[in-house]
């Protein structure tokens, strides 16, 4: 792997479809470069083209950390 290059890997994720062609999808996600790696959760927005690929509009990402994770999912459902 090239120096200051990163390579992502989906480790799993959810989707939900809304609206006509919209979808949110939720991933834990692994970064991965020459001298580390990192896991992160992934909040996305996308939609689909006519052929059925997704088309991501904008992400947020949160790190793999259990206070974080339950204070974004508490305000969540709070909001």
């Known amino acids: 792997m090239p ?3 990163v390579d992502f890997q989906t480790i799993k994720a959810e989707l939900v479809k809304f609206g006509n062609n919209n979808f949110i999808e939720v ?3 692994r970064a991965i470069t020459e001298d580390r790696e990192n896991i992160f959760i992934s909040v996305s927005r996308g939609f ?3 052929d059925g690929t997704k088309r ?3 992400s947020l990402t949160v790190p793999d950390d259990e206070e974080v994770k339950e204070f ?3 305000t969540l459902l709070e909001v």
Do not use: C, I, N, T
């Open 56 to 58: 991501f509009k904008s």
């Open 27 to 29: 991933a834990r996600k």
């Open 3 to 5: 120096r200051g290059e």
């Open 48 to 50: 689909f083209l006519p």
């Open 72 to 74: 974004v999912s508490k």
